[in-house]
């Protein structure tokens, strides 16, 4: 498996006791159960959520699976993976989700062109390029080359040689530009033109795409209930915050006790925590859930 697959994956620290919505603290409480979630509070999620214009390009739900051989191997709790590397259409991941809300939103708005970026080998960016094609838009794949130095090999292969394949316009800027005025300014040159531009932020994380990830949240935990899984913490990568920040939104609008830890992929823990925090309390807004059921913690 690659390493990209991996940080898509979701992983479960589970214990494999009981069964449905129970427990508290996962560190002091050790050997009890887990509430995994209110049932009142699912239904109310569901029905927010359905409001949302939604595409549905990923292939859902993406499997649970029960990695017993590690967990023996580890000797600690019993742990699954949410496998959202499976998500498909054009390599899959979490950001698929995500651009099934936000793309909804710009075919809603009438947009003829999808602005968006990335780092040179985003998996965001490629996921982009693929449903613009799927969707009949024009892509446009601002890329960041993030590292120090130009190598051709970095520029051109992999992520960026699909990015072409799929139809998109690349263009490649180097390490501290500032893609968020590039991709304004590109706007512009494309309104010239008569073009109906619509710019989504880097991984698609913004109200939408963490609304993706509050829906994804309600998958697990329905997804632990039913294999009667008493999950106590679910670890998932966090970058630019919309999965995280999703994942919390649900988890807290539900009631859930299960904990939630992100491994951060660029920025320093309080920075990322902030990041989280903010984007969390503008989904839970946007979705219609009160500020007060979302905390820091
Ligand atoms: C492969 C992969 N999975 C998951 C994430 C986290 O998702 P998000 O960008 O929504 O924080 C990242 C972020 O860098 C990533 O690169």
């Given at each position: 498996?690659?390493k990209?697959q ?7 620290i589970?214990q494999l006791?009981?069964?449905v919505?129970?427990?508290a603290?996962?560190?002091?409480d050790?050997?009890?159960?887990v509430?995994l979630y209110d ?7 569901k029905?927010?959520?359905?409001k949302?214009?939604n595409?549905?390009l ?19 709790p ?5 496998s ?5 259409h054009?390599g899959?991941?979490n950001?698929?989700?995500k651009?099934?809300y936000v793309?909804?939103d710009?075919?809603?708005?009438g947009?003829?062109d999808i ?8 998996n965001?960016?490629?996921?982009t390029?693929?449903?613009?094609a799927?969707?009949s838009?024009?892509?446009h794949?601002?890329?960041?080359n ?15 040689f ?9 263009y490649h ?6 893609t ?10 494309l309104k010239k033109q008569?073009?109906v531009?619509?710019?989504i932020?880097?991984?698609a994380?913004?109200?939408?795409g963490?609304a993706?990830y509050a829906?994804?949240?309600?998958e ?6 039913s294999?009667q899984v008493?999950?106590?913490i679910i ?8 999965t995280?920040s999703?994942?919390?939104t649900?988890?807290?609008?539900l009631?859930?006790?299960v904990s939630?830890?992100?491994i ?10 902030e990041?989280v ?5 503008k989904?839970?807004?946007r979705?219609?859930i009160?500020?007060n ?5």
């Open positions: 498996m690659q990209t991996l940080l898509f994956l979701l992983a479960f589970a006791y009981s069964q919505p129970v427990q603290n996962p560190q002091s050790k050997g009890k159960n509430r049932p009142l509070k699912m239904d109310k999620l029905a927010k959520l359905k949302f214009p595409l549905q990923a292939d859902l739900p993406t499997p649970m699976i029960h990695l017993a051989n590690l967990s023996q191997h580890l000797g600690g019993q742990i699954y993976l949410k959202d590397n499976l998500t498909g054009g899959g991941g950001k698929l989700r651009l099934s793309m909804a710009a075919l809603e708005k947009a003829t602005i968006t970026t990335g780092a040179t080998q985003s965001h960016s490629r996921m390029a693929s449903q613009c799927r969707l838009l024009k892509c794949l601002v890329l960041e993030r590292r120090a130095n130009y190598e051709p090999k970095h520029i051109n292969s992999g992520n960026v699909l990015d072409k394949l799929f139809g998109a316009s690349v800027f180097k390490k501290g530009t500032d968020k005025k590039e991709m304004e300014l590109l706007a512009e040159e008569g073009k531009p619509y710019i932020p880097g991984g994380s913004n109200e939408l963490a993706a829906e994804a949240a309600m697990i935990l329905e997804q632990l209930n294999m008493n999950a106590r670890v998932s990568a966090t970058g630019s915050a919309g995280q999703g994942l919390a649900g988890l807290q609008a009631a859930s006790e939630l830890l992100g951060s992929t660029k920025d320093q823990k309080l920075a990322q925590e990041k925090f903010e984007l969390a309390k989904a839970a807004d979705i219609g009160p500020q059921e979302i905390n820091r913690n």
